[in-house]
């Protein structure tokens, strides 16, 4: 809904009032929503419901342990948002197969439940942003509540499994059949190390190394990989500017570039340990150069992130050049070619992701 103003304009068409108030309920439906599907994740209600047809409040309170009256409030707010349907002839509720992807399937590609506790870890971290708005502070990705790491973990591993080995990496130059005999890849803010991990499963002849400054997460990285058996990964605490020994044949900047203070120096320092025949591996969340161009929900969104997260941390780093998470390809190019990377291009677009791959 496009909306003009009038300088002289002094009352208010009532019709736009309430169209824009319905809009308002909507998100705050949505907010307040949120919650309940964080409880309907953790109490299993949407894997219980996946594949089982229609059910009442009591078939699912007795298949999860949990009491009817509150399953039955939380049906009846999951079936007014569309998340599940009802049928008032039974007053049974099912899941639709559909749905179920997107909120049950939690290792599926279009898993998004996960992205609730990144919502979460903002409303309790509000204070912590009033602050930084008015002092002009950073918020550092460690000063954040646990709920955002979990999430981000979470949100991001589906996707990554779906498409890092299969679409990501053979569209770059030459990488998969290095990877596939050997090879040396550096996972530049690996967070938990979910991007690590999988590259690691499927390279088993490849080393790969993660590296990120927060050391609980690497804790929570390492965790994984012992849990899995693998022993072609390590794990590193370390900054983007001065990670790693050696040369790799692959480093990769999995959805933290924007997020470094100085993404400049870790470009130059990647440019000094790479490969001559290697590549650089950026992964970025989708955007246009003009905010415009990302005024859409997915903008909405990465807007949201970058606000509470992405720039504050960059922001209370070294260098401050605060890309945001939707800093676009220009501004993204201009650093990677100023680092001394000869070639770069897009190579891969997702409804979600820029993928670019970058050479001597």
Same mark, same amino acid.
Request: hydrophobic share 40%; glycine share 10%.
């Given at each position: 809904?496009?909306?003009?103003?009038?300088?002289?304009?002094?009352?208010?068409?009532?019709?736009?009032? @309430?169209? +824009?108030?319905?809009?308002?309920?909507?998100?705050?439906?949505?907010?307040?929503? *949120?919650?309940?599907?964080?409880?309907?994740?953790?109490? *299993?209600?949407?894997?219980?419901?996946? *594949?089982? !047809?229609?059910?009442?409040?009591?078939?699912?309170?007795?298949?999860?342990?949990?009491? /009817?009256?509150?399953?039955?409030?939380?049906?009846?707010?999951?079936?007014?948002?569309?998340?599940?349907?009802?049928?008032?002839?039974? =007053? &049974?509720?099912?899941?639709?197969?559909?749905?179920?992807?997107?909120?049950?399937?939690?290792?599926?590609?279009?898993?998004?439940?996960?992205?609730?506790?990144?919502?979460?870890?903002?409303?309790?971290?509000?204070?912590?942003?009033? @602050?930084?708005?008015?002092?002009?502070?950073?918020?550092?990705?460690? /000063?954040?509540?646990?709920?955002?790491?979990? !999430?981000? #973990?979470?949100?991001?591993?589906?996707?990554?499994?779906?498409?890092?080995?299969?679409?990501?990496?053979?569209?770059?130059?030459?990488?998969?059949?290095?990877? =596939?005999?050997?090879?040396?890849?550096?996972?530049?803010?690996?967070?938990?190390?979910?991007?690590?991990?999988?590259?690691?499963?499927?390279?088993?002849?490849?080393?790969?190394?993660? +590296?990120?400054?927060?050391? #609980?997460?690497?804790?929570?990285?390492?965790?994984?990989?012992? /849990?899995?058996?693998?022993?072609?990964?390590?794990?590193? =605490?370390?900054?983007?500017?001065? +990670?790693? /020994?050696?040369?790799?044949?692959?480093?990769?900047?999995?959805?933290?570039?924007?997020?470094?203070?100085?993404?400049?120096?870790?470009?130059?320092?990647?440019?000094?340990?790479?490969?001559?025949?290697?590549?650089?591996?950026? %992964?970025?969340?989708?955007?246009?150069?003009?905010? #415009?161009?990302?005024?859409?929900? %997915?903008?909405?969104?990465?807007?949201?992130?970058?606000?509470?997260?992405?720039?504050?941390?960059?922001?209370?780093?070294?260098?401050?050049?605060?890309?945001?998470?939707?800093?676009?390809?220009?501004?993204?190019?201009?650093?990677?070619? =100023?680092?001394?990377?000869? &070639?770069?291009?897009?190579?891969?677009?997702?409804? %979600?992701?820029?993928?670019? #791959?970058?050479?001597?």
């Amino acid at each position: 809904m496009e909306t003009t103003i009038e300088k002289t304009q002094t009352v208010p068409d009532i019709q736009k009032v @309430e169209r +824009f108030a319905g809009q308002v309920v909507t998100d705050l439906a949505a907010s307040m929503s *949120g919650v309940l599907n964080l409880i309907g994740h953790e109490l *299993g209600f949407y894997k219980t419901m996946s *594949g089982q !047809g229609y059910m009442t409040a009591k078939e699912l309170a007795e298949k999860t342990g949990t009491f /009817e009256r509150y399953v039955q409030e939380w049906l009846n707010n999951q079936a007014a948002g569309g998340y599940i349907i009802y049928d008032p002839v039974s =007053k &049974k509720y099912a899941l639709p197969v559909e749905h179920a992807y997107v909120l049950a399937m939690d290792d599926g590609p279009a898993f998004l439940t996960s992205g609730f506790y990144i919502a979460a870890s903002i409303y309790k971290d509000k204070d912590k942003f009033v @602050e930084a708005f008015k002092t002009g502070n950073g918020v550092g990705w460690h /000063e954040h509540n646990h709920d955002l790491f979990y !999430g981000t #973990e979470a949100l991001f591993r589906p996707g990554y499994k779906a498409n890092l080995v299969d679409n990501w990496l053979p569209m770059l130059n030459g990488v998969n059949e290095r990877l =596939k005999y050997g090879g040396r890849v550096a996972d530049v803010g690996c967070g938990h190390g979910a991007s690590t991990i999988i590259m690691a499963e499927n390279f088993p002849k490849a080393m790969f190394y993660g +590296f990120d400054y927060h050391q #609980e997460s690497i804790d929570v990285a390492k965790k994984r990989a012992r /849990e899995k058996g693998l022993t072609n990964v390590i794990f590193q =605490k370390a900054s983007a500017d001065e +990670f790693g /020994e050696g040369k790799y044949d692959l480093i990769c900047f999995m959805d933290s570039f924007h997020d470094m203070g100085n993404p400049m120096k870790a470009a130059i320092n990647a440019h000094g340990k790479l490969n001559r025949q290697g590549s650089l591996m950026i %992964v970025e969340p989708v955007a246009g150069d003009k905010a #415009e161009e990302n005024f859409n929900p %997915v903008g909405r969104m990465f807007y949201a992130a970058s606000t509470t997260i992405c720039v504050p941390n960059s922001h209370s780093q070294e260098g401050d050049y605060t890309l945001g998470a939707q800093a676009g390809p220009a501004k993204t190019m201009d650093i990677i070619r =100023k680092a001394g990377f000869t &070639k770069a291009r897009i190579a891969q677009q997702t409804p %979600v992701n820029l993928i670019y #791959e970058a050479s001597l």
